[in-house]
């Protein structure tokens, strides 16, 4: 199942979506944890032919591109470089490397260091807590990033929300945030973010007769979300991911290239 990759798209259908960006495609990859890709180099060349076959606006990475060591990146960056669209990312909470064994604190604040640099190498767009503004034409749209944040204690929470909107002013607000339990613990009814894209759960890497494993640990483990609050129809979709942690295996759950197309609502 690893060795499965797929492609599944999903339009947002808003009526917040500016005329401009009616048709506009994204590409969501998430939780590369690429020591599973090592050795598999023809499997992610797989992967990027997948993206670039898409023809994205843009991609978005919601973290992970880690499991535990930022050495892990190198000898595939060649290929990720291979990414013809824009790429914005995220951090997950892999990619702070605390499932390592460091000598120090230092040792550990160099390697997350590493891990952001190589995205630089890559050409990303690191959005750690920040947002930016998309365009077309007079229509614009915020792309927003935060830091990993989790309802969960066993994953540390670093973003702050507050400091990545500051300006975010844009009629359609696009939020990357890599767990999804912040979804509904702070941005849902809390902001007027219209579409949160998250992973993490990788959906447990596993699916048997319909049965998620997953769901006993994630309200909302995998696909599309959406609820109306006050501040409108708010959209969350959950990335399966593409790597693995654990145990080397999918079953039942392929990786999972998203293709997210926003249309306006008339």
Same mark, same amino acid.
């Given at each position: 199942?690893?060795?499965?990759?797929?492609?599944?798209?999903?339009?947002?259908?808003?009526?917040?979506?500016?005329? *401009?960006?009616?048709?506009?495609?994204?590409? #969501? %990859?998430?939780?590369?944890?690429?020591?599973?890709?090592?050795?598999?180099?023809?499997?992610?060349?797989?992967?990027?032919?997948?993206?670039?076959?898409?023809?994205?606006?843009?991609?978005?990475?919601? *973290?992970? +591109?880690?499991?535990? /060591?930022?050495?892990? %990146?190198? &000898?595939?960056?060649?290929?990720?470089?291979?990414?013809?669209?824009?790429?914005? @990312?995220?951090? *997950?909470?892999? !990619?702070?490397? &605390?499932?390592? $064994?460091?000598?120090?604190?230092?040792?550990?604040?160099?390697?997350?260091?590493?891990? $952001?640099?190589?995205?630089?190498?890559? *050409?990303?767009?690191?959005?750690?807590?920040?947002?930016?503004?998309?365009?077309?034409?007079?229509?614009?749209?915020?792309?927003?990033?935060?830091?990993?944040?989790?309802?969960?204690?066993?994953?540390?929470?670093?973003?702050? +929300?507050?400091?990545?909107?500051?300006?975010?002013?844009? =009629?359609?607000?696009?939020?990357?945030? /890599?767990?999804?339990?912040?979804?509904?613990?702070?941005?849902?009814?809390?902001? =007027?973010? !219209?579409?949160? +894209?998250?992973?993490?759960?990788?959906?447990? #890497?596993?699916? +048997?007769?319909?049965?998620? &494993?997953?769901?006993?640990?994630? $309200?909302?483990?995998?696909?599309?979300?959406?609820?109306?609050?006050?501040?409108?129809?708010?959209?969350?979709?959950?990335?399966?991911?593409?790597?693995?942690?654990?145990?080397?295996?999918?079953?039942?759950? &392929?990786?999972? %290239? @998203?293709?997210?197309?926003? $249309?306006?609502?008339?």
């Amino acid at each position: 199942g690893r060795e499965r990759f797929v492609v599944k798209e999903t339009d947002i259908v808003s009526a917040a979506v500016p005329e *401009g960006f009616d048709g506009f495609r994204m590409v #969501q %990859i998430s939780d590369l944890h690429l020591r599973s890709f090592s050795g598999r180099q023809k499997s992610l060349e797989r992967v990027v032919d997948k993206i670039n076959a898409q023809r994205p606006d843009i991609v978005v990475f919601t *973290g992970d +591109l880690v499991t535990s /060591h930022p050495d892990e %990146i190198a &000898p595939l960056a060649e290929i990720l470089g291979h990414i013809e669209a824009p790429v914005y @990312s995220v951090m *997950g909470n892999h !990619d702070y490397c &605390p499932y390592n $064994r460091w000598s120090s604190a230092a040792e550990q604040l160099e390697a997350v260091r590493e891990v $952001r640099e190589w995205e630089e190498r890559l *050409g990303w767009t690191l959005l750690d807590y920040r947002n930016v503004k998309l365009a077309r034409g007079a229509a614009e749209i915020s792309l927003i990033g935060v830091q990993n944040i989790s309802a969960m204690r066993q994953f540390a929470s670093r973003g702050d +929300l507050g400091k990545a909107m500051m300006g975010a002013d844009a =009629d359609f607000k696009i939020l990357l945030s /890599h767990d999804p339990t912040f979804w509904r613990a702070g941005v849902l009814g809390a902001t =007027d973010i !219209d579409l949160t +894209l998250s992973g993490h759960t990788h959906n447990a #890497q596993l699916k +048997l007769l319909g049965w998620e &494993p997953s769901r006993l640990m994630f $309200r909302e483990n995998s696909g599309l979300y959406r609820e109306e609050t006050a501040s409108g129809l708010q959209y969350l979709y959950v990335n399966d991911g593409l790597g693995e942690t654990m145990f080397p295996a999918r079953i039942g759950v &392929p990786g999972e %290239i @998203s293709v997210i197309c926003l $249309r306006r609502k008339n």
